[in-house]
C-alpha cells in the first residue's frame, strides 16, 4: 500500500509542480476543470488538499501499524468531511472559524464507526485517536488537516497503546 500511496504522492506532487507554471497549457487545463472546487489558496499555489491528503496517507502507512493507520485514515476521510458539512449546516459554538457542535458530531461518528471495523483495538486508543483528530481539525493551524489529521491522531493512537 505504502509504494502506492507514495507513487501517487509523487505524480500528485508533480502534477503540484506543473501547474505552477500559471501561462503554461496545464495550468489553464487545471483550473477549467477543477476551479469550482479548489480553494483561491490553492489557485494561488498552494498544494490543493488532494495533495496534502495524498501524502498524509503514504506518511501514515508507512509510520502506523494498519489497524492504526486506517482508523487515522478514516479520521480524517469521514471525520472532517462531517465536521465541514455539520459546520455548515449547524454553525453551533463557533472557535477559530469552526463548529465545536460539528467537531462533537464527528468524533461521535468516528468512534462508531472505527470501532465497529476495528474490534481488537481497545475503544480508549479509538476515542482518543477521534477526539485528538477533531481537536487538530479545529485548531487554526498552517499546515493544511488533510495532512495533520491522520498523523497526529495515528501518533495519539500510538501513545496509547504503549500506555495500555
Not at 453551533?92 to 457542535?101: A, E, H, L, M, R
Not at 489529521?149 to 500506555?163: A, D, E
Request: hydrophobic share 60%; aromatic share 12%.
Amino acid at each position: 500500500m505504502f509504494i502506492i500511496l507514495f507513487s501517487v504522492s509523487i505524480i500528485a506532487l508533480i502534477i503540484e509542480y506543473l501547474r505552477n507554471f500559471k501561462d503554461g497549457f496545464f495550468n489553464k487545463i487545471f483550473i477549467d476543470f477543477l476551479n469550482p472546487i479548489i480553494r483561491q489558496a490553492e489557485l494561488n499555489g498552494n498544494l490543493t488538499g488532494a495533495t496534502w491528503m495524498v501524502l498524509s496517507f503514504a506518511l501514515t502507512v508507512l509510520l502506523f501499524d494498519i489497524q492504526i493507520a486506517v482508523s487515522a485514515l478514516l479520521f480524517l476521510s469521514i471525520g472532517d468531511a462531517v465536521a465541514a458539512l455539520v459546520g455548515k449546516q449547524y454553525p453551533i459554538g463557533i472557535i477559530w472559524n469552526k463548529s465545536v457542535f460539528a467537531s462533537f458530531i464527528s468524533v461521535i461518528l468516528c468512534i462508531f464507526i472505527v470501532s465497529s471495523i476495528h474490534l481488537q483495538l481497545h475503544p480508549i486508543i479509538i476515542i482518543a485517536g477521534a477526539i485528538s483528530a477533531m481537536l487538530i481539525e479545529l485548531v487554526p493551524l498552517k499546515i493544511n488537516d488533510n495532512f495533520s489529521i491522520p498523523l497526529f491522531s495515528g501518533f495519539t493512537m500510538q501513545l496509547f497503546v504503549g500506555l495500555l
